[in-house]
């Protein structure tokens, strides 16, 4: 027979996709020698086994559960369901994977009638006694049974109001007797039967109710967010309860063995005395920072510290540990490697490293690429935040900077962010329904809650920016306003929110780029000496590719000279090219655009130094380029001494029903060869005059779009090397330059190896070998792939992330047979593709030298490409 049940001592850190991750650790902390409260896990297995029999909870597996429970009894000489001394469990979800979404914790099971009494007399603690039960009481109808938590707020309100209290803790023994017997007529109502007070049921039901909440919809949207698989299951916890709720000597807190928003190296969290886990999480009591600790309890206070230490060493990583006092001793609930921010990703990981805990390759691993984004990207204008208009400050719960209108709802951030805005979401405090809301967010405010809230934890998770537990502001979510001072904004009103400080700021404020220095540096150091992939760019300005060596660029890997002419300047000459209506006229309009291209190439060479640079001759889709207004035909018909309707007609020919298929790329060649022999020219001339000027050795890489075959290739580039031979006889000095193309038609890739008789090298264009390969239109095919990918189709779009069974089988077809021809050829990917981690990886295994990608995803690129050599070991 299966075994469904381990004891903590059965169980190690190894065995999490079993024991889910928190009753994995909970096993390795009791193998640790750390006091934790005995228990047992219920095994994911189990949860699979539940949803295989129709959500039913077996015999057999009842029968593990209760003899596991004996066993407790044992270690503690305690018996569930005594009436004088009774053993009370928690039971907790634990699956795999973390995730927020599934049930809460349900404390103090095993109270009824009976029990609280026996609870009372053992610790001599009426009020204590009957807390608990009234918690758990409400704990249980809510969590396990569904019914809402407002209607026991709204007794337990309603006795306060009655008595004239103003906190939890006035309320008596006799107080709280009357509210559970309140509390277990709402649960009749709802459940239409008495309030189980047979233990054993009691903790059935619960059970049941976790692996239930497996496939809550909460759940189940927080696994598609996060790419979690949605068979796994999850595990259950029971735990022998500890009490931080004993009176002044007990308490409870959560704490990371370093800082989770910085990664400091030192103890960050909070506490409460006399309180519940609940308490603190919820964030209704505002907890203390765990130094104060020190002072309330310094034994206490140094035990904790060393044992953190201890944990950390042990997995070697930053713990997020959960700890309750009873009675001056301290037992430890929870451990897990903490969540944090990117910023502190980084320099936790390569602190370790420096501290000799883990090697490079393990620091590389631990940074997500996706998480990488967060910190690339920009923070507040110093100049500019000094003049905005501070309104409130609350906790730094998620660090970054975020504009947007506000949205007090959720739902109404979703359908916000669908229409195109920016959104701040804007809560009292944020619960679990609210994660799709948070995920369109720019930023999240809330007025309650610590840096442990969910608000909190939730957004640096998602590495959002969050400002938390702001009590200057108040928070009307009914009727849409949020109130500081003696003002109001509204839904709609926009606000800046600074994750790093805490601070709220009217309207926009501007933002600039993130300063990538220390460990950063480091970290990309690491990465550079694992990687094997070389990482590019794609710019087409000087200030672009500068920005890419900021970020580690290492070259240019695609300079879409189409670009270079996107401005109100240069169109007009660029539209004369095209629109010439003889070869007289073409001439005129290269030769004006030859100095502008040749300044544009010393530039880029400049910024670039001796790197790499490869230079994408013209792939205009024509429909990008023709005037379409009458007052633009007119200017331009002027300018060309040519009438209205003449160039209409010239404009009017070249009309295309689909311009992404029609003539460009290398097509306008075939037709035009003198605008390649222009931008060669230019190239070259400018390579030349870099090169002397600055005593450079450079190799000007030109690359040839959109070539289809062999035959297209040999007659562009005969063109290409005349004018660059009557270049060098003209300055009567030669430099060495390459030729290739990119593979970016179906057609070239699977005849690689004629093409590569006349490439030197070959860049994968897979914007548009996904576009050809699949027969999708880049420009159309958003409004479709949505439906691909609900009906799991595909499971993302194939613009994103490489469609590697098709698209990558086109691309291993030509590398093949490009190496078959040409052993040494040069092989990169330049479109969009070449920043996108999974994609990079399979970059990696089929052996290309290099990625290009938007400057602002090298770093992204990078990791990726490290990440790649460390898998593939
Ligand atoms: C490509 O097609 O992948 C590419 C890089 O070229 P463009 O996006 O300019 O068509
Ligand atoms: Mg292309």
Known sequence: ????????????????????????????????????????????????????????????????????????????????????????????????????????TILNLGLNDETVVGLAKSTDNERFAYDSYRRFIQMFSDVAMGISKSRFDYVLDGKKEEKGYKEDPELTAEDLKDIIEKYKMIYLEEMKEEFPQDPMKQLYLAVKAVFSSWNNARAITYRNLNGIAHDLGTAVNVQSMVFGNMGNDSGTGVAFSRNPADGTNKIFGEFLMNAQGEDVVAGIRTPKSIDELKTVMPAIYDEFISSAKKLEQHYRDMQDIEFTIQNEKLFFLQTRNGKRTAKAAINVAVDLVEEGLITKEEAVMRIEPAQLDNILHPNFDEKELKKAVRIAKGLPASPGAASGKVYFYAEDVVAAKERGEQCILVRQETSPEDIEGMNSAEGILTARGGMTSHAAVVARGMGKCCVAGCQEIRVDEESKVLKYADKEIHEGDVISLNGSTGEVYLGDVKKVNAELTGNFKKLMGYIDEIKRLGVRTNADTPRDAKTAIDFGAEGIGLCRTEHMFFNEDRIPKVRRMILAKTAEMRQKALDELLPLQREDFIGIYEVMEQRAVTVRLLDPPLHEFLPTTKEDIQELADSMGITFDELRDVVNSLHEVNPMLGHRGCRLAVTYPEIYRMQARAIIEAALEVSSKKDYDLVPEIMVPLIGSEKELKFVKSHIVDEIEKVFAEKGKTIKYLIGTMIEIP???????????????????????????????RDDAGKFLGEYEANEILEVSPFEAIDQDGIGKLMKIAVKLGKETRPDIHLGICGEHGGEPSSVEFCHSIGLDYVSCSPYRVPIAKLAAAQAVVKSK
Do not use: H, W
């Open 747 to 777: 057609r070239a890739a699977i005849t690689a190896d004629e093409i590569a008789r006349e490439a030197e090298f070959f860049s994968f264009g897979t914007n548009d070998l996904t576009q050809m390969g699949f027969g999708f239109s």
């Open 1 to 104: 027979m299966k075994k469904y049940v381990y004891s903590f001592q059965e169980g190690t850190k190894d065995m999490k996709s079993l024991l889910g991750g928190k009753g994995a650790n909970l096993a390795e902390m009791t193998n640790l020698g750390l006091s934790v409260p005995p228990g047992f896990t219920i095994t994911t297995e189990a949860c699979i086994e539940f949803y295989n029999q129709n959500k039913e909870i077996s015999d057999e597996l009842m029968e593990e559960i209760k003899k596991n429970v004996t066993l407790v009894e044992q270690q503690l000489g305690k018996k569930f369901a005594d009436k004088d001394q009774p053993l009370l469990f928690s039971v907790r979800s634990g699956a795999v994977i973390s995730m927020p979404g599934m049930m809460d």
